[in-house]
């Protein structure tokens, strides 16, 4: 189990439930909270420990993603946010590329 607690920096300080020290969650300036692991913590890590600093993201992101997403493209946009990825149609041709008339 993943506690945080809060940090000096304004974010987040992420322990394990023995108390050990995992990292840091620190907000980026894009507003979007990210994982910053503690120097020096080696090892292995079990996909549960990771699934629960992704869900912590996910809980701390939530209200910030969706407000994104309404100061974009409205309040039922479901195709903006963190995660979207534009088509080249909505971006136009990548960096390079011609349109075949050499433009």
């Given at each position: 189990?993943?506690?945080l607690?809060?940090?000096?920096?304004?974010?987040?300080?992420?322990?394990?439930?023995?108390?050990?020290?995992?990292?840091?969650?620190?907000?980026?300036?894009?507003?979007?909270?990210?994982?910053?692991?503690?120097?020096?913590?080696?090892?292995?890590?079990?996909?549960?420990?990771?699934?629960?600093?992704?869900?912590?993201?996910?809980?701390?992101?939530?209200?910030?993603?969706?407000?994104?997403?309404?100061?974009?493209?409205?309040?039922?946009?479901?195709?903006?946010?963190?995660?979207?990825?534009?088509?080249?149609?909505e971006?136009?041709?990548?960096?390079?590329?011609?349109?075949?008339?050499?433009?």
């Open positions: 189990m993943i506690e607690r809060p940090a000096n920096s304004g974010g987040y300080r992420a322990y394990y439930g023995n108390g050990y020290l995992l990292g840091d969650i620190l907000k980026e300036v894009d507003g979007y909270y990210v994982w910053w692991p503690q120097d020096g913590v080696g090892g292995f890590w079990t996909d549960n420990v990771l699934r629960e600093i992704a869900d912590c993201l996910q809980k701390l992101n939530a209200e910030w993603d969706n407000q994104v997403r309404r100061d974009c493209c409205g309040p039922s946009s479901e195709s903006v946010g963190r995660n979207y990825i534009p088509s080249q149609e971006t136009g041709p990548v960096l390079g590329e011609t349109n075949g008339n050499g433009l």
